[in-house]
Every structure is written in structure tokens, then in C-alpha cells.
């Protein structure tokens, strides 16, 4: 037992004569400018074929959906708004999205938050999250549309998304 300790009062027991025990200390969450992402640390490297793990929130309804293909093969049936990145996080202020879908990119080639994707009524969009590498949709005709950053871009069936390394299409 250190000195110190030996000059704190015992706290009293409690009332059913157990003895009390002393607060925790509280640890402060680190700051937010320890946890931003330094997008100079985004490179481009070669793809990825490896499992994307995703997490769902919020629940199912009968709204607007869309099937996408990604580039591991596997199919996500999309259902609102779905954030796509390394490590993907809404904004400050910002609803909770129903898919976070994390891209295992070792190489940095996807931002944290590389782009937000969505389902409405009238198709699928997508806005690119001001991203190191870009958003390039490529139409079924093989035209490409260069998304500016925060512009919502319409994507229609069969268009692909190249975003950093990785890809995907809309399937319907």
C-alpha cells in the first residue's frame, strides 16, 4: 500500500455492512482530432478479393431497393443509405445509416468515409465524401461520370462504381 493510501480515509461500509468501494477513475474518450483520419495516409494499392464484414442497423421495410454486386462477389440488398469506407461513420449531427459497410483495404486506397450510398424512389445515388482517390461510375454504354465531392450522382441499373482500389455494380 503507497503512502498516499495510507492517509485517504476507508470509506464507510455500506448498509449492508459490505465495504464500500472507491470511485473509478474516469477516462476521457480521446480527442476527436486523435481519431480523424489523416487522408494523406490514403495510397492507392492493388485490390482486395478478402470477406467485407457489414453491419446492419435499423430495420427492414417496404421502401425502394437495389441489389449490388461487390467486388468480392457477394450481394447486399440495399435499403436506404449505406456509408462505404475503411472505417465508415456518420457525420456530426448526422442519422445513424442502415449499412456500414467496411472495406478491408490495407493498402489505403478508400478513405475512412469514402462515399455515401442510397435507394430512393427514383434509383439508386450515390455522393462521394470528398475522398482521396474519387468516385468514377461507369455507365452500362461505358461512359464514366467523375463524381465531384458532396454532388449526388444518380447510378442506374448495370452502372458500376470504382472507388479506390475496389468496386461495384448495380445489379436492378
Do not use: Y
Not at 59 to 70: E, F, I, Y
Not at 129 to 143: A, E, M
Amino acid at each position: 500500500m503507497a503512502a498516499a493510501d495510507l492517509n485517504r480515509p476507508t470509506p464507510a461500509p455500506d448498509s449492508d455492512g459490505h465495504p464500500a468501494t472507491r470511485p473509478q477513475p474516469v477516462i476521457a474518450p480521446p480527442a476527436a482530432a486523435e481519431l480523424e483520419d489523416d487522408v494523406e495516409h490514403t495510397r492507392l494499392s492493388s485490390a482486395s478479393r478478402r470477406s467485407v464484414p457489414e453491419v446492419q442497423h435499423g430495420g427492414r421495410g417496404s421502401g425502394p431497393r437495389a441489389t449490388l454486386q461487390l467486388w468480392d462477389d457477394r450481394r447486399l440488398t440495399l435499403e436506404g443509405v449505406a456509408l462505404i469506407g475503411r472505417n465508415p461513420a456518420p457525420r456530426e449531427n448526422e442519422s445513424t445509416p442502415d449499412h456500414l459497410l467496411a472495406v478491408p483495404d490495407p493498402g489505403r486506397s478508400v478513405s475512412k468515409t469514402h462515399l455515401v450510398l442510397g435507394v430512393d424512389a427514383n434509383g439508386v445515388w450515390l455522393q462521394d465524401r470528398n475522398s482521396t482517390n474519387g468516385t468514377v461510375v461507369t455507365l452500362g454504354d461505358g461512359q464514366q461520370i467523375l463524381c465531384a465531392p458532396e454532388q449526388k450522382v444518380r447510378v442506374p441499373a448495370q452502372a458500376s462504381v470504382a472507388f479506390g482500389d475496389f468496386w461495384l455494380t448495380v445489379v436492378d
